[in-house]
């Protein structure tokens, strides 16, 4: 027997209280959806006592539209449902943004990757347990809505019965206070009765204007006002980067590579002996070192704006930033290098389709996922291991080149979920010979995550085997005398890091040529491999650093502090 055929068998006043909870806890219900708050360094919500505006008007359209006898759209309920899924859904991805990312979300730069993570999860999933998985998700959508429009059978009959019982009174008086009360809430946001509209969360993605307006930027630092980095296109023409003396360069971004794994005591109890072994092999091999913190403009994702930051010297914030930058045809470090003869190169692993913004950098090469043309076997999400990319960088280019390379290279290995990671392979020739994995290699099915510390336990494994390979491309391949500056590109996500809320990342300077490494000092790097000290160093402050050092035929005061 049909719900409505029930109710419609009993008397109206049997069932007037019935009918009243159902109205009066799917209210609740529904208001839960639009004001949960996140649980810090967590996926989970919490229930806190506010009320939800956008609830608030639905109640009274409902009303109104039960007082006057508004005759509503025939499916007007599944609709409705369905848009009230949508919207809770997309709340809880803003809400939750900062207690799984560290940071808020950024709506153009984010979602287009989260859609690609998605992707690449169901794609390394067996075919069947994606498929169950699939169909689980489907389910689960088709219950909630399903039940949302319960929810909206039961308030809209509570409406008629109050109607029909003659009590319009007390839905006059309910939809006066509404009124009433929706102006108020729209005024009062930050109050403790009323919650942050949704609507309102939408209106901050798209408000913000882009960051680079003119040509001339000049950069401050948000809490001090002293200024960052005074980097034109005027400097960029005007500057030859001749102090290098022919040296190569590798720039070595780790993927969420963040200072937490030196200041989270967890973190550097189980990762401080391999940072020891890594620079006692270095030192003994000859080799300077100087290292610092320095400020990511994005934490927990993103990378590509560190990147773009770093080389352009322009703090790129959000995604309106990177695109704003990556259409100004700026000069580019890489193009100072191209100027004085450089081989520039880029390796981007992670990369498996059209990548047209890397015009924008002036490489004279690019080894995407295809270009490193990686035999297998696949390794966990990102396929090519990382130590691979490295020996390609050494067979295609160090050995190659008749140049002084300048190669950028992105290890991401070290990227969420930090699982599977392969074993390091010794002889490094076996992967011209495939045979580099002969052991059965663990796969994500195998992943045994149990609760979110197993999540940063298997952050600190992911950074070893990247200590491990880095530690060997130094000593073994990388020519004497070149630069190799290795730097994270943001702190991972909350879920490893937990309490650290720092954006800075650890920066690395590493040569046998010590007068490519001293100079640094003044910018605050310290010796060794640990830069255990906060600094006040930005991204955006490097390539004038760099040019500081290294370049010439431009004033000094003219390049930041």
Not at 302 to 320: E, I, P
Not at 347 to 376: M, N, Q, S, T, V
Not at 456 to 479: K, N
């Amino acid at each position: 027997m049909g719900v409505n055929r029930y109710f419609a068998g009993h008397s109206t006043g049997n069932y007037l209280g019935l009918r009243v909870f159902l109205a009066f806890a799917f209210s609740l219900y529904f208001n839960v959806l639009f004001t949960f708050v996140n649980i810090p360094s967590t996926p989970w919500i919490r229930l806190v006592p506010l009320i939800s505006v956008e609830v608030m008007i639905g109640l009274v359209a409902l009303i109104l539209a039960g007082l006057f006898d508004i005759k509503k759209p025939r499916y007007w309920k599944p609709v409705v449902a369905t848009l009230v899924f949508v919207l809770s859904l997309a709340r809880y991805v803003v809400v939750s943004a900062p207690g799984v990312m560290g940071r808020a979300l950024d709506v153009r730069g984010d979602l287009p990757h989260v859609f690609g993570v998605i992707g690449m999860f169901l794609e390394a999933l067996p075919r069947f347990g994606a498929v169950l998985i699939v169909f689980g998700l489907t389910l689960l959508i088709a219950i909630f809505i399903g039940l949302n429009c319960f929810g909206f059978w039961a308030i809209e009959r509570a409406i008629d019965c109050v109607v029909q019982r003659g009590s319009k009174r007390v839905l006059l008086i309910s939809t006066v206070a509404g009124l009433l009360f929706i102006p108020v809430s729209v005024v009062t946001v930050d109050s403790d009765v009323f919650a942050k509209s949704f609507t309102t969360m939408l209106r901050d993605q798209f408000t913000d204007g882009p960051f680079l307006s003119d040509s001339r930027l000049e950069l401050t630092d948000s809490r001090s006002g002293r200024s960052l980095a005074k980097i034109t296109p005027e400097i960029m023409a005007n500057t030859r980067i001749d102090g290098l003396q022919g040296a190569s360069v590798f720039l070595i971004f780790l993927e969420s590579y963040g200072v937490t794994l030196i200041e989270d005591t967890r973190h550097f109890t189980l990762i401080a002996p391999r940072f020891k072994r890594f620079e006692d092999r270095l030192t003994t091999a000859g080799f300077s070192m100087a290292s610092s913190q320095i400020t990511s403009p994005t934490f927990a994702g993103g990378s590509w704006r560190s990147h773009a930051t770093v080389l352009s010297g322009v703090r790129v914030a959000d995604q309106r930033d990177y695109e704003t930058l990556v259409g100004s045809g700026r000069r580019t470090l890489v193009h100072l290098l191209n100027d004085e003869g450089y081989r520039t190169v880029a390796a981007e692993p992670a990369i498996r389709g059209p990548w047209p913004d890397g015009k924008f950098y002036g490489f004279e090469h690019i080894y995407d996922a295809a270009a490193l043309d990686y035999p297998g076997p696949d390794i966990g999400w990102w396929k090519i291991p990382d130590q691979y990319t490295l020996y390609q960088i050494y067979k295609q280019e160090i050995l190659k080149s008749s140049r002084p390379v300048f190669a950028k290279i992105a290890l991401i290995m070290t990227h969420i979920p930090y699982f599977p990671i392969p074993p390091y392979v010794a002889n490094w020739s076996l992967f011209e010979t495939g045979t580099a994995y002969r052991e059965h290699l663990p796969s994500i099915a195998a992943d045994d995550y149990r609760d979110l510390y197993e999540l940063s336990s298997r952050y600190v494994d992911a950074f070893l085997y990247e200590l491990d390979i880095l530690e060997d491309f130094i000593l073994q391949f990388v020519p004497a005398g070149s630069l190799v500056i290795i730097m994270g590109d943001h702190q991972p996500p909350k879920l490893a890091t937990h309490d650290n809320d720092s954006w800075a990342v650890p920066i690395h300077l590493i040569s046998s040529n010590p007068d490519l490494v001293t100079p640094f000092a003044r910018h605050g790097f310290q010796p060794g491999v640990l830069p255990s000290q906060t600094s006040e160093f930005h991204m955006e402050q490097f390539l004038p650093a760099f040019l500081d050092v290294f370049g010439t035929a431009t004033p000094i005061d003219q390049l930041g502090p």
